[in-house]
């Protein structure tokens, strides 16, 4: 049984530290990063937790990087040959004969080359005794060609991924570039990135994952599946609840996502509200005002607070009762309602003189009609023949023959269609993609006939979506519209749901960017599970 009953804000609010280089020369910076296995306090009450984590922390170091300087990094996995946490062996993936434990590090929002990318069956044991099918280089080259923004990098390794990111294999990789230094943002101790990401604890401080779905299903031959994970407290970068005593004046807050399954609605008791200044793939055209802030598995959302007008005032980041998702997120005011606290308690040592400018970027629009293809891609809830619940892309599963082929540099137009009960995340690799609309349709007629009739007109995306973006909320009984051009590399990568046990149950498919010439594409068809 998960343990709750911790006290909130005891904790000091811990900072990652920047991860360093082993060398750099003129063509590449160069890194180590082990994954290992460790204790860690993650609250005062608590007694340290066993975890798994890069160079023995939780979270990772941060990497730190400038656009277009090359990094290359040796991901070495040091961990022991069980996993920390119940492994389901009848999930895809861990019946090709892959081993318990495997890693493959992947950076989210890197357009990356795809022997690099982390692809799910790129996997690596201890030592790289065992490799998954999946060709990878050993170092993994990330060029860093896009603008500044925040990643963050985990693992994703096929079928596992929940529980390796779970046991804490995770962390921020910040990308700047000369345009965002010269805006005169909130910067050095004043840029503070937070992790936020639900867990939940066994007596003996040992981290709680559920075996079994609760309330436990119907009789069905074989154990079904956890379909979502909610934890009962909240970690800010690897505290429970955690607070920070910051000075009364701006600061630049980089909040992501690092949950399971967890949407936060976010606000501050004092009632003030985030002024965002980017999204997932930088800086938005212009500053948001948002009183509430939505993020999904995997959302970034970089932010400016401004403190000054709350000198001696405690401040608590709040995840708001009753988010307006359906997805059964138990949301209780005094637990999993709370994120952080901020204690204007410093005083300001100097003047503050970054700003929050009235212009951040200029970002190209795509337009739908420059798409040369326009794809239908339900989203479905399914059964596998044991009657466990599936959740797949397309009416597909994992092994079947890639059908999203895009050619490289060509314009696509992606419709999500979702059909199921649950807001569902949905992330591309390698490329950004703009929101164009959503628009609400009718689900039972869809099922019955595949035909889309929608019942309303379409929403354009919100303020703080009209910027680069790698992953979507695609809403239930909507039409997401995303546009994209595919590219700058060729190859195979994936698109999935980012609510982890969905995207380990099958809701993740292969994406083959082609070159312009035609050539027959071969996916690592392993026989089909079950
Ligand atoms: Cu953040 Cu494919 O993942
Ligand atoms: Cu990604
Ligand atoms: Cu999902």
């Known amino acids: 049984m998960p343990l709750s009953g911790l006290i909130p804000f005891v904790d000091r609010l811990p900072i990652p530290r920047v991860l360093k280089p082993v060398s750099q020369n003129r063509i590449s910076t160069n890194y180590i990063v082990r994954m290992t296995e460790f204790r860690q306090k993650l609250h005062r009450d608590l007694p340290p937790t066993r975890l798994w984590g890069y160079e023995g922390k ?203 399954a967890r949407f936060y609605t976010l606000s501050f008791t004092s009632g003030q509200p985030f002024i965002q200044i980017g999204t997932d793939g930088g800086l938005l055209p212009k500053p948001v005002l948002v009183k509430k802030l939505i993020l999904g598995p995997a959302e970034r959302a970089d932010v400016i ?100 082929k895009p050619r490289l540099n060509s314009v696509e137009v992606w419709n999500l269609i979702n059909t199921t009960p649950d807001t569902h995340p949905i992330h591309l690799h390698l490329v950004h993609f703009q929101i164009v609309n959503r628009q609400p349709f009718d689900v039972a007629q869809f099922n019955a006939n595949g035909k889309l009739m929608f019942t309303g007109p379409s929403r354009p995306p919100d303020p703080n979506e009209k910027g680069l973006k790698d992953t979507v909320r695609a809403n239930p009984g909507e039409v997401t519209r995303i546009i994209a051009r595919f590219g700058p590399f060729t190859g195979e990568y994936v698109w999935h749901c980012h609510i982890l046990e969905h995207e380990d149950h099958e809701m993740m498919r292969p994406m083959f960017i082609s070159p312009n010439k035609t050539k027959s594409v071969v996916h690592n068809n392993h026989p089909t599970t079950v």
């Not at 009762?321 to 209780?332: E, I, K, L, S, T």
């Not at 637990?335 to 009235?358: A, C, E, I, Y």
């Not at 420059?370 to 092994?399: H, I, Y």
């Open 58 to 260: 939780y979270p990772g170091p941060t990497i730190e990087t400038h656009k277009n300087r090359l990094i290359k990094v040796l991901w070495l996995n040091k961990l022991p040959s069980r996993h920390l946490l119940p492994v389901d062996k009848t999930i895809h993936g861990a019946n090709h004969g892959a081993p318990e434990v495997r890693t493959v590090v992947h950076v989210h929002d890197g357009v990356s080359p795809p022997d690099s990318d982390g692809h799910p069956e790129a996997w690596f044991t201890r030592g790289f005794k065992q490799t998954g099918p999946y060709f990878r280089r050993k170092i993994s080259r990330y060029p860093n060609r896009q603008q500044a923004t925040t990643l963050w990098y985990h693992d994703h390794a096929l079928g596992i991924t929940r529980l390796n990111v779970y046991a804490g294999l995770a962390g921020f990789y910040l990308l700047r570039d000369k345009h965002e230094k010269s805006l005169q943002l909130p910067k050095g101790k004043f840029e503070i990135p937070l992790l936020i990401q639900d867990r939940s604890f066994n007596k003996d401080g040992s981290l709680f994952y559920p075996k079994k779905p609760t309330p436990a299903p119907p009789k069905s031959p074989t154990p079904s599946i956890v379909p979502e994970f909610f934890g009962d407290t909240i970690l800010v970068n690897g505290k429970v609840w955690p607070f920070l005593e910051v000075q009364p004046r701006k600061y630049r807050l980089r909040l992501a996502n690092g949950s399971n």
């Open 305 to 404: 607070v401004d403190f000054s007008k709350y000198k001696g005032q405690t401040i608590t980041l709040k995840n708001n009762a009753r988010a307006p998702f359906p997805n059964g997120d138990p949301v209780d005011p005094k637990t999993t309602g709370l994120v952080m606290q901020f204690r204007v308690t410093q005083p300001l040592k100097q003047k503050d003189n970054s700003r929050v400018p009235v212009r951040l970027n200029r970002i190209a629009p795509l337009f739908p009609h420059q798409a040369s293809r326009v794809r239908n891609l339900p989203l479905v809830e399914s059964t596998d023949r044991f009657g466990r619940l599936m959740l797949l892309l397309d009416n597909k599963r994992w092994d079947d023959p890639i059908t999203e």
